[in-house]
């Protein structure tokens, strides 16, 4: 069982490039969302879905897009790279928002810097 | 505006002591999560916490969740180098309806040194 799988793990790109950060989970979960982690900030909440076609903003959503076409897969597009997108990104799902006890299994992480 | 407080952010100690780290907030939560982080993963679920004054054991780690479900602990009896990690709280509220969001700690960094 796989969970959670983020690729690449690594990326460089130069300011203005465009990429794609994939997430993939093979445990039919729902919900599935993508945060940031840098340092002194935490973990923030760039969009999250609820489901296959429906998507919506988090915390910090500006500059980065999102599509949810299945179940499985959630990828995050940067469209125009900027150096303050220098991050990890997470990817998480849980079989559902609505519940308030349901836990986010997280992706390894995409270590991304942007020159 | 952090709704959610971890203390301390940093913390080192000798292996065999014990430890407390600390999940504070000034609004109330439906639960509380903790999860570890270990260096180049993603965060890994603990335990979550539902009932104010709930306690619950994972071998040597006890969590406990405040009366008021306003804040949570952590505590570490005789730690190991293999509790090393980042740990975060996390918190949900609801949002509306049945839907719940969830706010993450900055997170108390462990080393735990042999």
């Known amino acids: 069982n796989a969970g959670v799988t983020q690729t690449p793990k690594f990326q460089v790109l130069k300011t203005g490039q465009s990429m794609t950060l994939q997430c993939a989970q093979d445990m039919n979960h729902e919900y599935m969302s993508w945060y940031r982690q840098d340092p002194g900030m935490g973990l923030r909440l760039i969009h999250y879905s609820v489901g296959a076609g429906i998507t919506d903003q988090g915390e910090v959503p500006n500059g980065y897009n999102v599509s949810r076409s299945t179940t499985e897969d959630f990828p995050l597009r940067l469209l125009s790279a900027a150096p303050s997108q220098t991050s990890v990104y997470f990817c998480?799902?849980?079989?559902?928002?609505?519940?308030?006890?349901?836990?986010?299994?997280f992706g390894n992480g995409t270590r991304l810097t942007v020159t | 505006t952090q709704l959610l407080e971890q203390s301390p952010q940093f913390l080192s100690i000798q292996e065999g002591e014990n430890l407390t780290v600390y999940c504070n907030s000034s609004s109330v939560f439906s639960s509380l999560q903790w999860y570890r982080q270990e260096p180049g993963e993603g965060p890994v679920l603990l335990v979550t916490?539902?009932?104010?004054?709930e306690v619950k054991k994972l071998k040597r780690l006890t969590f406990q969740f405040g009366d008021a479900r306003k804040d949570s602990s952590l505590h570490i009896t005789a730690a190991q180098p293999g509790d090393t990690g980042l740990y975060l709280c996390a918190g949900a509220k609801n949002s509306g309806g049945s839907n719940y969001k969830l706010t993450f700690g900055k997170g108390t960094l462990l080393t735990v040194n042999p």
């Open positions: 916490v539902v009932t104010g004054g």
């Open positions: 998480a799902s849980s079989y559902a928002e609505s519940s308030y006890n349901s836990p986010l299994h």
